[in-house]
């Protein structure tokens, strides 16, 4: 079983910086990829950023250039280093997990956390 912490969330002025942090605990050998995504009130979730387990990253159009997304493997923490944060970017994010187990696909989230960006 996975469990996915994330951290890091708050109330930022535009144009400030935010590092969100999600931490995994139990075994994640062999996962797939990980990531982040944010879902805002009437919105549809979205991916901001994604780490696949050999190294590659990515990130959207949306946020690219602003937004940053690495893993400290030893510490078994994914990070989203956000910067040049816009009032669109309020929104609650979560860390996910995918990994396939046996037949299945399985995918891990976290609770969130709560990031606003207002002046």
């Known amino acids: 079983q996975v469990q996915l912490v994330e951290s890091g969330g708050g109330l930022v002025q535009p144009g400030g910086s935010l590092r969100l942090s999600c931490a995994a605990s139990?075994?994640?050998?062999?996962?797939?990829?990980m990531g982040w995504s944010r879902q805002s009130p009437g919105k549809q979730r979205e991916s901001v950023g994604l780490l696949w387990s050999n190294g590659p990253t990515s990130v959207p159009d949306s946020v690219k250039g602003r937004f940053t997304i690495w893993r400290d493997s030893s510490k078994n923490t994914v990070y989203l280093q956000m910067n040049n944060l816009k009032p669109e970017d309020t929104a609650t994010y979560y860390c996910s997990l995918s990994r396939r187990e046996g037949a299945e696909v399985k995918q891990y989230w976290g609770q969130g956390t709560q990031v606003t960006v207002s002046s």
């Open positions: 139990g075994s994640i050998s062999g996962f797939s990829f």
